[in-house]
């Protein structure tokens, strides 16, 4: 059982460049987060999706748009990369659509913006 | 404004003692509660959680404490072990979202 899958792991870009973040979840779970990580503040929510078709913007949304493909995908995309968004990205997923239960989380992708 | 904050960055432990970490949260109406751990390279795994209608939950080798009254959340780690060695979050739901503290690093001493 994978749980939650991200790709790249590693990823370096030149400022303006894009790419696209993916993530997978095999356990049938309903939400689906993007956080990201940088030293001395957390976890900071970009997007989340509480049901497949939906989509909402969390504390840090600017610079990141994101796509629930189905009820297992959900990718973030960054169309003109900035320095500023140097970080480590977590997908996550909660099998329910509220705001209470075990959030599962993939082992994180670093990204590197020049 | 909202916030979920930890009292210490860091927390040196001897090994077999054991381990409080705090955490300060700032929204009253918050009703669930979770605590983390994060070894390094990894994400972030699940250690037990809390609901606002209780003040104690206990879980193999952890407890959680919640005061309501000066919204305070601590995570007791009995006997603590090298293994016990990471990075600490504390998380409280916020508008169907959880938020997550900035985290305390937990070093065991051998």
């Known amino acids: 059982n994978a749980g939650v899958t991200q790709t790249p792991k590693f990823q370096v870009l030149k400022t303006g460049q894009s790419m696209t973040l993916q993530c997978a979840q095999d356990m049938n779970h309903n939400s689906m987060y993007w956080y990201r990580q940088d030293p001395g503040m957390g976890l900071r929510l970009i997007y989340y999706?509480?049901?497949?078709?939906?989509?909402d913007k969390g504390e840090v949304p600017n610079g990141y748009n994101v796509s629930r493909l189905n009820k297992r995908e959900f990718s973030l995309r960054l169309e003109s990369a900035a320095p500023s968004q140097t970080s480590v990205y977590f997908c996550?997923?909660?099998?329910?659509?509220?705001?209470?239960?075990?959030?599962?989380f993939g082992e994180g992708s670093r990204l590197t913006v020049l | 404004g909202e916030s979920v904050g930890l009292h210490l960055p860091t927390l040196s432990v001897q090994e077999g003692d054991n381990s409080i970490i705090n955490c300060a949260y700032s929204?009253?109406?918050?009703?669930?509660f979770i605590w983390y751990k994060q070894e390094s390279g990894k994400g972030p795994q699940f250690i037990i959680d809390?609901?606002?209608?209780?003040d104690k939950r206990q879980g193999q080798r952890v407890t959680v404490l919640l005061n309501k009254t000066v919204k305070h959340l601590s995570l007791q780690i009995a006997a603590t072990q090298p293994g016990d060695s990471a990075v600490y979050f504390c998380?409280?739901?916020?508008?169907?979202?959880?938020?997550f503290g900035a985290g305390t690093t937990v070093t065991v001493r051998a």
């Open positions: 929204n009253s109406a918050s009703d669930y």
């Open positions: 999706s509480a049901s497949e078709g939906t989509t």
């Open positions: 996550a997923s909660r099998m329910g659509q509220g705001a209470n239960g075990e959030l599962f």
């Open positions: 998380a409280e739901t916020n508008d169907y979202k959880l938020s």
């Open positions: 809390i609901r606002s209608n209780m």
